[in-house]
């Protein structure tokens, strides 16, 4: 199915925020008949100190495990979208709904049900606000009993559900199973809804609008005015994404590969930015856009990760001692980052955000008991910082400039890996240097 004159949009949470965002949104999506499918988010910060719907369900949760009783924070959620409601003017009324969330929450004690909420009402509130049909997203995005996404039955469902519609808004960030059983996505996760539905009803693009200008050289947060990227690769995306530019999911792009539906990144604040084209392939022609001739597209990073460095005489010669230490990972459900190997020594680097004491604990235990190490030494806080760019394939003196731009900050790598494919370059560095790399990169590779 392809409908090459539809779109998709997905507004974020700081685009439901309020009813001054709602509005604009509004004005978006009335702007061009093609805008049929709408995803939003749960509304998210109105200003810095604010907190998201989507937190907010979750202490609700947590408060509820712990006394049987949630409305402390669900009272705060329901007067969040009251707020909307009578701003807007709208003829709706959520009162039972929040009267049947806090009964389900007795029938579905998941922190995924109580999640999902906020993507469920702000559906409903745009819906009413813009006139379309309100479509819940567990008639359409489907997970298996143990919560893994199908993908095919999806792609059906949202056909047969979709194909008729005068214009649909459908909450991001959750599914269900046969059941009805709520599943959702992990944080950030609407994204991904957006793009199933931009795959599965095989529109000419997918818009994902949001609070910046565009996809930046570096973390606006960090870096003062970064780049905007006009136009980048799915595969720098994914790069990008996953290692902490959080402006896009990283799995955005697996529901849009086969039709290779490009995802534009817009500002609901400021709709006539460029914004940035994120494109299948660096050949890829769209319009206007152009991609810039530059080594590298952008940096990202994250912190908080643990390394484990093991060392044993004759580690060379002792034949599966990697996989024991994989194994042991693997045990503990802990999933690994980078393994950077010497003759007698190898490093185990893996995100240490979900790692408690003790587990760690049990893990060190464990590869002393699989391993026989001569010795084990932990390493917390540490950040991984990539530089990722199409560009540096075959290019000469890029892993010469990130070391060099990165002495010149004095900051100390304690880890350097390029991927064989030269899409990007991983550091590893101290916690305590990492806005003072990210800087120094992005004025080494954007500034000059
Ligand atoms: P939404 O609620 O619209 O989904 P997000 O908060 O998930 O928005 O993502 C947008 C935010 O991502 C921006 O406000 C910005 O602070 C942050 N961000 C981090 N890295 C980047 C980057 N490289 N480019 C643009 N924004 C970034
Ligand atoms: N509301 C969810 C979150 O805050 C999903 C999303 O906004 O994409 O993670
Ligand atoms: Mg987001």
Redesign the pocket.
């Known amino acids: 199915m392809q409908n090459t004159k539809l779109k998709v949009l997905k507004f ?4 439901m925020a309020n009813a001054s965002a709602i509005k604009k949104v509004c004005d978006i999506v009335k702007s061009d008949v093609a805008n049929k499918f709408i995803v939003v ?1 749960a509304p ?1 910060k109105r200003e810095k100190a604010d907190i998201k719907v989507t937190d907010l369900l979750y202490e609700a949760f947590e408060q509820e495990k712990k006394t049987g009783e949630c409305s402390k924070a669900l009272d705060k959620v329901q007067k969040r979208f009251e707020d909307i409601i009578k701003e807007l003017n709208l003829n709706l009324d959520l009162s039972s709904d929040f009267e049947a969330i806090k009964l389900e929450i007795k029938n579905q004690p998941s922190n995924c049900y109580i999640a999902s909420r906020g993507e469920y009402l702000s559906a409903k509130v745009f819906a009413s606000a813009i006139g379309y049909e309100f479509v819940d997203a567990s008639e359409i995005i489907r997970f298996s009993t143990c919560g893994r996404f199908l993908d095919l039955t999806t792609k059906e469902l949202a056909r047969r559900r979709l194909k008729d519609t005068k214009g649909a808004v459908i909450g991001g960030f959750y599914g269900a199973n046969e059941l009805g059983t709520i599943w959702t996505f992990s944080r ?1 996760g609407s ?1 991904v809804t957006g793009s199933i539905i931009a795959g599965a009803m095989g529109v000419c693009v997918y818009e994902n609008w ?3 200008d565009g ?2 050289a ?4 960090i870096v003062d005015k970064p780049d905007i990227i006009e136009m980048m690769t799915y595969k720098e995306l994914r790069e990008l994404s996953y290692m902490g ?3 896009l999911h990283s799995d955005s792009i697996f529901p849009l590969r086969k039709k290779d539906i490009p995802i534009h990144i817009r500002n609901t604040f400021n709709p006539k930015a460029v914004g940035t084209l994120i494109v299948p392939t660096k050949k890829f022609v769209a319009g206007d856009f152009k991609r810039k001739a530059r080594t590298v597209t ?1 940096i ?1 990073g994250k912190k908080f990760f643990i390394a484990i460095f093991i060392e044993k005489s004759m580690m060379n010669d002792e034949i599966g001692f990697a996989r024991r230490v994989l194994s042991c990972l693997e045990k503990h459900e802990i999933s690994l980052e980078q393994m950077p190997a010497g003759i007698d020594t190898l490093t185990i680097l893996f995100d240490g955000t979900f790692v408690s004491d003790e587990k760690l604990k049990l893990l060190l235990e464990d590869i002393n008991l699989e391993c026989s190490p001569d010795n084990l030494i932990v390493e917390k806080d540490l950040a991984l910082i990539a530089v990722v760019g199409h560009g540096m394939s075959r290019n000469k003196g890029t892993a010469a400039r990130v070391c060099s731009s990165l002495c010149k900050a004095d900051v100390n790598i304690r880890l350097l890996d390029q991927g064989s494919s030269e899409l990007n370059i991983i550091v590893g560095i101290e916690l305590a240097d990492f806005e003072k790399a990210i800087k120094a990169l992005h004025k080494e590779f954007h500034k000059n």
């Open positions: 974020g949470g700081t685009s988010s998210g950030g994204d949001t609070d910046v996809f930046m570096a973390d606006p947060r530019a959080s402006v952008g990202a």
